[in-house]
DNA sequence: GCTGAATTGCAACAAAGTTGCATCTACTAT
DNA sequence: ATAGTAGATGCAACTTTGTTGCAATTCAGC
């Protein structure tokens, strides 16, 4: 077993929820991983290691995400990507999408600030910056 | 024939693009229209003054939007919703998203900056900004 | 009115995610 | 250690949102 999944299956049973083999591979994965991921690469990465059913792996990620283990940002591919969280209590931050390639990662250093009223009676909550262009490897 | 119907229509026209009835009746709806819709919303509310077929409405909606007539945002709910562009050349701007009844509005006032420095390598292109939280029917 | 290119309708397809239900498994209580 | 049980998983079927290929129709210029 992996120094990942050692810690994955630790972080899983520090909370007092149920240490299953499914989520300590797949959050084990999300914890090596820097971009955010896809399902479908995920699923791609485990098939040597694990068998794994798909409809699992979606019901895992949102487990994981409800449980904050995880966030997840939608992008204009319209495909939830994944990733570990960093912090425990997370954090409000951007995210930068290539517009080539389509990773996504996340900014971590960027603190989300809005300063602007809303119409009246409206309220917010959370806010969402996505920063679009080109990444590194496809400038 | 409507006042946003004639208006639609010398739109289209006077951009020197092909005038068709989808593209008017779908235009002009966008026009009346306060809130960014979508596809299913527009076919909904078309469906008895004028026969469309759901492709149609998708090919005329990416035609729009490649014009320059309607601008589209993707929410968490992974459908696009489109709204008729108020400036000639769209500014950025933000957008508003209700997380209970998945109202999308635009924030024309809202201009989108930021500052903190990306990655090595990364440009940025366009920035997307979505405040998210309960509108003034969900409060 | 004729013509050619652009637009439309229809059927089939595709990606991403969801639901229902039977089976299996991790944890708890004994 | 064993058994019971709530929760997790696998499988098949389904849904939603959007796309593609192609033949039929329509628009704009002559
Ligand atoms: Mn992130
Ligand atoms: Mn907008
Ligand atoms: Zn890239
Ligand atoms: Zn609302």
Redesign the pocket.
Known sequence: MSNLQKQAEEMI?RRG???????VQILAMLLAEQRAV???EIEERLRNTH??????L???L??LNDKCFVHKVVSD????RFRANTHIYPHQHAHFECMRCTTVICLDEMKVEYDRPLPAGYRSQEIELTVKGLCAECT
Not at 17 to 23: F, G, K, L, N, Q
Not at 51 to 56: A, N
Not at 77 to 80: E, G, H, S, T, V
């Open positions: 049973r929820e149920r240490v299953t083999s499914s989520r896809t399902h479908h068998r794994l059913d798909r409809v699992t979606y019901r895992v949102e487990w591919d319209r495909a939830w």
